[in-house]
């Protein structure tokens, strides 16, 4: 599955981004999605999944917690993330990413970018 990200760009501490990834039609019908980020020199980190296979569950990092909001546009087949009070330490690289066994990513595994299948490039996202 392609996905493709969007949205990225600077933005003033305390600032909003909106960043979407689009999928192909039906995506959220088969796979788990979900945003990581990679700030530079660090490894990448789970920001958010939502759970769309049979639910619509959401988990958050607790670092994003209640500043992040993930959701899904079936009509425009988007995946987004809301980011509200950005903060400096919330730049780096988004990525979107789905997962074919949404079984895979319970009980915390859905930090472990090894249980995705499919990733977009990426878009930058800086916080001065």
């Known amino acids: 599955v392609q996905l493709v990200e969007s949205g990225g760009g600077s933005v003033q501490a305390g600032g909003s981004l909106r960043l979407s990834c689009a999928a192909p039609p039906g995506t959220f019908k088969k796979y788990c999605t979900g945003w990581f980020r990679q700030a530079p020199g660090k490894e990448r980190e789970g920001v958010a999944v939502i759970f769309s296979v049979g639910s619509t569950n959401r988990v958050y990092a607790d670092t994003v917690k209640g500043r992040f909001t993930i959701s899904q546009d079936n009509a425009k087949n988007t995946l987004n993330l809301q980011m509200n009070s950005l903060k400096p330490e919330d730049t780096g690289a988004y990525f979107c990413?789905?997962?074919?066994?949404?079984?895979?990513?319970?009980?915390?595994?859905?930090?472990?970018?090894?249980?995705?299948?499919?990733w977009g490039r990426g878009t930058q996202v800086t916080v001065s």
């Open positions: 990413a789905a997962a074919f066994s949404c079984r895979q990513l319970y009980g915390g595994r859905w930090r472990d970018q090894s249980k995705y299948d499919a």
